[in-house]
């Protein structure tokens, strides 16, 4: 049995945290005041994310501690050193923003790399299962049990854009992630969420305001979202108390096409 934390501060671990959607939910995470380890593949877009954090217009006193590991969700004792490590700094593990992700450029299906196509799974299948494997390891075994776990579906497991199979495969796969590990995790008070985001602003983003492929063959931007929205969202899903979950959450720019592709 792991042992009780004397920290009353929710303890959270944020994969891909050195930039985009993960930097932006680290962010508001420590500005509301979690512990959060922060996983990335690069020391330095780690320390840029600890940099910004610090000169957030948050009080001192109030503001979470962070904790920098390297590491790639894709390496198996990466994993499991990133959660050993926040588990021995803060006690404990509340939530898992399981976001880290990549990404191939539009691609005729006919044309995909092997090894290319495995990049996708490694990363984005099973890492992320390598990172729930962790999670449930440790939420099972903590006093007080339980804990919450956010996995980062895109809209893609929804509807796919055109030649992108490799990445819809792997965020269609996530909806089984999520609802297993909802399902296993049930009986210790560990919840699973998937969240679906639509076209939030960026660096992997930024195509859409100039033009991207539609389901009909043009080529048209896409209106976007504010990153700070979808992090204000999962902070929310994060404070839910165990007896509450959102096990599918759907966050887009509004006039997106979501529905009107596929």
């Not at 877009?45 to 503001?63: C, D, F, H, K, N």
Request: with cysteine; net charge negative; hydrophobic share 40%.
């Amino acid at each position: 049995m792991l042992e009780d934390s004397t920290d009353s501060r929710i303890v959270a671990i944020v994969t891909g945290a050195g930039s985009g959607i993960g930097r932006a939910t680290a962010l508001a995470m420590l500005a509301r005041g979690f512990s959060v380890g922060l996983m990335g593949r690069t020391q330095e877009s780690l320390e840029e994310t600890m940099l910004l954090a610090g000169q957030a217009t948050v009080p001192p006193e109030t503001r979470g501690e962070a904790l920098i590991i390297p590491g790639s969700v894709t390496d198996e004792q990466d994993v499991k050193d990133c959660f050993r490590k926040v588990v021995e700094r803060f006690g404990r593990l509340d939530v898992l923003f399981n976001n880290a992700g990549v990404n191939l450029p539009a691609t005729p299906v006919e044309d995909i790399k092997l090894a290319d196509w495995q990049r996708v799974v490694d990363t984005n299948l099973t890492g992320m299962f390598l990172c729930i494997r962790e999670a449930v390891r440790i939420m099972k075994l903590q006093n007080p049990q339980g804990g919450r776990i956010i996995n980062n579906g895109s809209v893609s497991a929804q509807s796919p854009r055109p030649d992108s199979i490799a990445y819809t495969a792997t965020k269609h796969a996530v909806n089984g992630l999520t609802k297993s590990t909802e399902l296993d995790g049930r009986k210790y008070d560990i919840n699973c969420v998937q969240i679906d985001i639509g076209n939030a602003l960026t660096e992997m983003a930024a195509a859409m305001t100039s033009g991207v492929p539609q389901a009909d063959g043009s080529i048209r931007p896409e209106p976007t979202m504010d990153v700070r929205h979808v992090a204000a969202a999962i902070v929310q899903l994060a404070l839910l108390p165990h007896s509450v979950n959102v096990p599918f959450m759907t966050i887009m720019a509004s006039k997106m096409p979501l529905h009107g592709r596929g």
